[in-house]
């Protein structure tokens, strides 16, 4: 495939970021500025059974690779169209059975060093960058990322040592820094996790902490939207982060994990960060600076603690964590504190987990208007919030309430994912449902 560039668009060098993605025409709010399929992707393991491992269609009555028993799919042509792929994987799985446990970049990175032997022209995703030209940033890794990267490179070998051929280990050390910087999640309407994947096109476009697009997905393709009007020259932003938290966080994490300073507006400005660091309204005296920083500490610590304890703690456990962290900050945090909606955020998921309806609707209720005030217009976790309380409502059979809040995820979704989408029109046959 030539090299034929995406029509309303042109790469260019953007002063002080290298290489970006400019408009050449007018983009208004909700136009598709590009779609891209990704050059290769896999489904989360938790996922199998629900979704169809080659389109990722969500639907019941998928049909099981009759060798491995793992793998679903629509129908046989789906399966015929994702054995180049799935034969990586197949007679491993039955190999290995319950010892078969490649990270999900592993196997992403098996499947791109497949796709690169068998395909030697340009891809339909590699319109404006090729996946040779991604970043990896070898040079500014640190000793644990590239422990991490030998870790990843031990198991491709001994998972996948039967079926591929694989280049050197610098090769491979690079290969891995380029998918860990430039890998994308695939999510659902609700942001639940359903893969990982590489878009060439989409990873060219520098980030901003006030982006002018917004990326989704439909199926395997990734499709990206203008949030902002967006005016020919002007460079196009996407945002590589969740924009909740306060400058120096973001910052922070921008730094850790793709290894630049954001000056962006927003982080120049840092005009959100006084409502998102909002103490509380009763206090007899503000709190010291001093004392501050410390629940600030305390509130970053905690976050981490539940991240690490999601993967060996009991339900009843992390909802205490959360409680007892939201009864801590709360004695200085107003409750529309961006560190307090991120441990509500995590009280409402263990709620819905534990099927403590009315937990989770208590704390979603607490959580979407302040979302609404923090994040930026059109934004998915605003969505996905008015979208699992809305469900929730009509669960527990609140049908007005879920009613409004579902549309609410409408006016935000016909933006974000296109009037056309396959999750609109679910959410609204689930409307009409109610009538």
């Not at 090299?3 to 790469?11: D, H």
């Not at 932003?237 to 921008?254: A, M």
Request: proline share 4%; net charge negative; charged share 30%.
């Amino acid at each position: 495939m030539k090299t034929e560039g995406i029509e309303g668009t042109e790469r260019f060098l953007s002063p002080g970021k290298g290489r970006g993605l400019k408009a050449t025409k007018h983009f208004k709010v909700g136009d598709l500025v590009f779609a891209c399929p990704a050059y290769t992707y896999v489904l989360t393991v938790n996922e199998r059974g629900g979704h169809c491992e080659c389109c990722f269609t969500r639907r019941e009555g998928l049909s099981k690779c009759g060798k491995c028993k793992q793998a679903y799919y629509c129908n046989v042509e789906c399966q015929r169209e994702d054995w180049p792929m799935h034969k990586l994987e197949c007679s491993a799985m039955c190999a290995y059975g319950e010892n078969w446990c490649p990270s999900e970049t592993v196997r992403l990175v098996a499947r791109i060093i497949l796709k690169q032997k068998c395909q030697t022209e340009r891809t339909p995703s590699e319109r404006v960058l090729t996946l040779r030209e991604l970043e990896a940033h070898l040079d500014k890794l640190d000793n644990e990322k590239n422990e991490m990267n030998d870790t990843d490179i031990a198991a491709l070998h001994h998972f996948y040592s039967r079926h591929l051929d694989f280049p050197d280990n610098a090769a491979l050390t690079e290969l891995f820094a380029q998918v860990n910087c430039n890998g994308f999640t695939i999510e659902d309407e609700e942001l639940s996790h359903l893969g990982s994947a590489v878009f060439p096109d989409v990873a060219l476009m520098n980030h901003s902490c006030s982006p002018n697009v917004i990326v989704t997905y439909k199926g395997t393709v990734a499709e990206v939207r203008a949030v902002q009007d967006i005016s020919p020259e002007e460079e196009i932003f996407n945002s590589y982060i969740d924009l909740l938290y306060p400058t120096e966080d973001r910052i922070e994490r921008l730094r850790d994990s793709y290894f630049f300073t954001c000056d962006c507006k927003e982080c120049t400005s840092k005009s959100k960060d006084k409502a998102k660091m909002e103490i509380r309204q009763k206090l007899s005296s503000p709190p010291e600076e001093e004392e501050m920083q410390q629940m600030v500490m305390y509130a970053r610590n905690v976050i981490e603690e539940f991240r690490r304890a999601k993967h060996y703690k009991t339900p009843s456990e992390l909802l205490e964590i959360c409680e007892l962290s939201l009864e801590k900050m709360g004695s200085i945090f107003a409750e529309t504190n961006v560190y307090m909606l991120h441990m509500m955020y995590q009280a409402m998921g263990v709620c819905l987990y534990m099927q403590d309806w009315d937990g989770a609707m208590k704390y979603g209720e607490k959580i979407t208007q302040p979302y609404s005030v923090h994040y930026p217009p059109y934004s998915l976790n605003v969505a996905s919030m008015y979208l699992k309380l809305g469900r929730l409502y009509l669960g527990l059979e609140k049908r007005t309430q879920g009613v409004k809040a579902l549309k609410k995820a409408l006016a935000i979704m016909d933006v974000a994912h296109g009037k056309d989408h396959p999750y609109i029109a679910e959410i609204k046959k689930e409307m009409e449902e109610q009538k």
